[in-house]
């Protein structure tokens, strides 16, 4: 500005009233205050936005780390799971386990096997090891030259190492004796993994530290409870060697790192904090807590095995210069360059003759609406951001009352979210379920489905929905009517998926029962059917054989005694009398047959029929008898129940053939419930209630179930010369007597026929007779008892011991026969139970009979014994025992058992 321009204002500015130049300074005043407000509102803002961006890394940051934690655990537990199942694992099986877990991480430096080897057995170890391929191996002092270790009680020497390359200089090495001795003993006398401190890797890699797992081993499944048991019974250990720089630095992707500077620091109380892992430009001084309260940071505190990890979070350099932007400069620049501007648009117009005052109060009004504009865009920033957080609030507590499940995912189809209901129904949290955890729960046979249903919605960006089963907490799956509806925004950009999955186990079992309703409808309108048919058929053919009968009977009347025709007409009648019988059998599957109905006792029928049934079976079959004494009477015809006796004897005889076996005929009462009634398949809507039974089974060929569903029908038949009416006419007859069959059959293991007709009314069920108590009976030696619910093995225990036994308990098969086999002395007796998990009753008693073919098991059931011991006809079963049984049943059993031995 020249010397005559600064005149020039100055003469300018002298001329202007005093309220003018008032004004003016006011109005550079208020432009410098509103800048500085908007300075320190987009500031705020910014700092607010920026904390919000680091905490939501850092805890991402804090959950890779503990992943990766996991993961360096979980490589343990396939090393486990070989020594558990295998008693000698030879080195080639520990190569392969290996090489597949240091594929899957390359952090590892070394997995080892390190075997306890006592000194007595040093020599002989030390020649095996030669054998196997390790020349010169030899038990080892720790330290930079190998030196044989001297004598001590036990050694603890690296025998396998994963990989080789690199680690043979630690084959032969005592653990036991080196830096880590303290932590070995300690993970021997917990039975606990446990974790070193942070040490040096005695191999030359760059001056990288280790950080090691040890695990001990027992031998069995069940871990020693005291720690004498640990240290006698101690196997070895399994050790993994980690590269920690390696370890800690793979978890965290190199996009997190370029704003964040991590410290992880080992505190396990009683131990000096030592520093694990750091990246950044933050050096040790920032972790002075005095200095941290000063920084933007984060701390989180992990569990890793037996040691106490912390994770020190900070924004690094470039973030905080980031942090320090120019947005908030901008602004407040640009309300002060508005505010310099209307000043001097104000100067300008004082010099000219106009309504200055109106111009001036025209800008004012400008800058207070600006100044007004931008209040409410922070305003309305805050409330948007206040809005947001209600509304995902009232959302989730929306979700979190409503009674379907409800899951979110995000744009890369992770988990992020689960309701409430969803979390009570797998009785997990929210950080087990979240990301993958959810897939767990997913029927395995679903799982592909829903990720195809999700991958084909995702690219369509279309809703989707699919049937599924989904994991109860109880273990048990639940069918789930699962939807799918993309969440977008406001300008249509994918953002995820929000479903809901509701429980259709109802009704699928619903329809289940609505199946099985018409299934046996079905078969009613089927059995009616052939019944009518049949009846029909008997009908007209007897109606034919009346005649044809009639006929014969008069031709013969009026032939002469000589006449040689006699010998036909015989013929006649006689077929026709044979033909009349199978109208009669078919009569009686039709439900139409004559019935002459008195109370009869069906133990006494069977005694009464045994001549008849001696005759009717083959000569290589033998008839066994187990027959109820004082059985209630029911409201049958005699004659027709022993055509059912006759027929199914027979069948049973014909199934056996030519090769020897047993027909069983037994009778009984049973109390049949709605339960029981419904699975007998041949029945009609039967009340429940008291029914005497009367089985038929046979050792014979057997039946599949397609033959079952067909037995009964008309005219069936499986062998060459059969007319398929026998078991027709027994199907017709117990349903007229308002009773039901019950069938029993797999080939090659015999069929069974149960019969079930009702008490007759106002018959009184007999009492049994009271049992007459034995004390006298004291039992010796020593009982196994195998049993899956604890509280009945407790009392079957307290039982034995009563009668004078000593017991030893497993509680399931597998114990069982490590007990059985590990037994100094041999059992008297075993009881077995017949349904277990693991080993079943089934196939205890085979191995058990494998070790030792005379024992004596007496198998435990609350099936009754003809369905519980089908499976064990002919293999040595010494008694059965229903439940529940008294002590006195018990103790007859084995007084008898004893008695007989």
């Known amino acids: 500005m020249t010397q005559s321009n600064r005149g020039y204002w100055r003469t300018f500015w002298s001329a202007q009233p005093a309220f003018r130049r008032l004004l003016v300074a006011i109005l550079l005043l208020l432009g410098l205050v509103l800048s500085i407000s908007v300075y320190l509102l987009a500031r705020n803002y910014e700092q607010q936005r920026l904390q919000a961006g680091f905490r939501q890394r850092a805890f991402v940051v804090g959950e890779l780390l503990r992943m990766q934690i996991a993961n360096a655990e979980y490589t343990l537990y396939p090393l486990r799971t070989l020594y558990l199942f295998s008693q000698s694992v030879e080195r080639q099986e520990f190569n392969g386990a290996a090489l597949d877990l240091l594929a899957r991480n390359p952090a590892i430096q070394a997995l080892e096997w390190v075997p306890r080897v006592t000194l007595a057995k040093r020599g002989e170890f030390e020649a095996k090891a030669k054998q196997d391929g390790l020349a010169g191996f030899q038990v080892i002092e720790p330290g930079p030259k190998p030196v044989r270790a001297g004598e001590r009680a036990e050694y603890y020497p690296i025998y396998y190492v994963e990989p080789v390359k690199g680690n043979e200089r630690l084959l032969g090495w005592d653990t036991l004796a080196g830096t880590n001795r303290a932590y070995m003993e300690l993970a021997r006398d917990t039975g606990k993994t446990v974790a070193t401190g942070k040490s040096k890797i005695i191999q030359d890699i760059g001056g990288k530290s280790a950080w090691i797992l040890i695990m001990p081993l027992y031998p069995g499944l069940s871990e020693p409870a005291t720690v004498e048991q640990r240290r006698e019974r101690l196997v070895g250990f399994i050790r993994v060697v980690f590269r920690i720089e390696d370890l800690i630095g793979s978890a965290f992707p190199a996009s997190v790192l370029k704003t964040l500077d991590i410290v992880l620091q080992d505190k396990t109380p009683g131990e000096q904090p030592t520093i694990l892992f750091q990246t950044g430009t933050n050096n040790a001084s920032l972790l002075v807590d005095a200095e941290l309260a000063k920084a933007l940071h984060e701390r989180r505190t992990f569990q890793a095995a037996s040691r106490q990890w912390e994770l020190l979070i900070l924004p690094n350099k470039a973030a905080r210069e980031y942090q320090r932007g120019m947005l908030p400069v901008a602004l407040a620049g640009a309300v002060m360059a508005i505010a310099a501007l209307i000043t001097l648009i104000f100067i300008y117009l004082l010099g000219h003759a106009r309504t200055i005052e109106e111009q001036v109060a025209e800008q004012t009004s400008t800058l207070l609406i600006t100044n007004q504009l931008l209040k409410e865009e922070v305003k309305e920033r805050r409330e948007a951001e206040l809005a947001s957080r209600e509304s995902e609030e009232r959302f989730r507590a929306l979700a979190d009352s409503a009674p379907v499940l409800i899951w979110m995912a995000e744009a890369d189809l992770s988990m992020s979210y689960f309701n409430r209901t969803w979390l009570q129904f797998r009785g997990r949290e929210l950080a087990q379920e979240a990301n993958d955890g959810w897939r767990e729960g997913v029927h395995p046979e679903d799982l592909p489905a829903w990720d195809k249903a999700m991958a084909e919605a995702r690219q ?280 039901a069959i019950k069938v029993y059959s797999e080939p090659g293991k015999g069929s069974t026929f149960k019969i079930l007709l009702p008490v007759a009314n106002g018959a009184k069920i007999p009492k049994q007779p009271a049992e007459k108590t034995s004390f006298d009976f004291k039992g010796q030696g020593t009982v196994l008892v195998i049993e899956d619910e604890e509280t009945v093995r407790a009392i079957i225990c307290r039982m034995l011991e009563s009668i004078g036994y000593s017991v030893v308990q497993a509680e399931n098969g597998l114990v069982g026969v490590e007990k059985f086999t590990k037994a100094t002395s041999p059992f008297q007796f075993v009881l077995l139970d017949l349904t277990m998990p693991h080993m079943d009753g089934e196939a205890t008693f085979r191995e058990l009979r494998r070790l030792k073919p005379d024992v004596r098991v007496i198998l435990m059931s609350g099936y009754n014994e003809q369905d519980a011991i089908s499976q064990f006809a002919g293999k040595g079963l010494a008694g059965f025992l229903q439940k529940p049984f008294k002590l006195e049943e018990l103790r007859q059993l084995l007084k008898k058992l004893s008695a007989g031995a």
């Open 460 to 739: 369509k960006e279309a809703p989707f929905h699919l049937e599924f089963r989904l994991k109860h907490h109880d273990g048990s799956y639940h069918w789930m009517f699962g939807t799918g509806a993309p969440r977008l925004k406001a300008d249509n950009t994918f953002t995820g998926f929000i479903g809901t999955c509701l429980d259709i186990t109802p009704l699928r079992e619903a329809e289940a029962q609505r199946l099985k309703l018409e299934r046996k409808l079905q078969e009613t309108q089927k059995l009616e059917s052939l019944g009518v048919v049949a009846g029909g058929i008997a009908h007209d053919f007897n109606n034919l054989l009346t005649a044809m009968l009639g006929h014969a009977n008069l031709a013969r009347m009026v032939l002469s005694p000589s006449s040689p025709l006699h010998e036909h007409l015989a013929s006649i009648e006689k077929a026709a009398l044979r033909a009349a019988d199978l109208c009669k059998q078919m009569l009686a599957y039709a439900g139409r047959g004559r019935f002459n109905i008195e109370r009869i006792n069906l133990s006494q029928l069977v005694e009464d029929t045994t001549h008849l049934l001696q005759l009717a079976i083959s000569k290589s079959a033998v008839l066994k008898f187990n027959l109820a004494p004082n059985l209630p009477p029911v409201d049958a015809d005699a004659s027709q129940m022993r055509q059912v006796i006759m027929n199914l004897v027979i069948n049973a005889s014909e199934a056996i053939g030519s090769r020897s076996g047993v027909i069983s005929i037994s009778t009984g009462m049973v109390r049949a419930d709605r339960d029981y009634l419904d699975k007998i398949k041949f029945s009609p809507d039967l009340p429940e209630g008291e029914y005497v039974f009367l089985e038929v089974s046979d050792t014979g060929c057997g039946m599949d179930s397609e033959t079952i569903s067909k037995i009964f029908d008309p005219f069936f038949t499986t062998k060459f010369t059969g007319r398929g009416l026998g078991l027709a006419a027994v199907l017709g007859i117990i349903r007229s007597h308002r009773g």
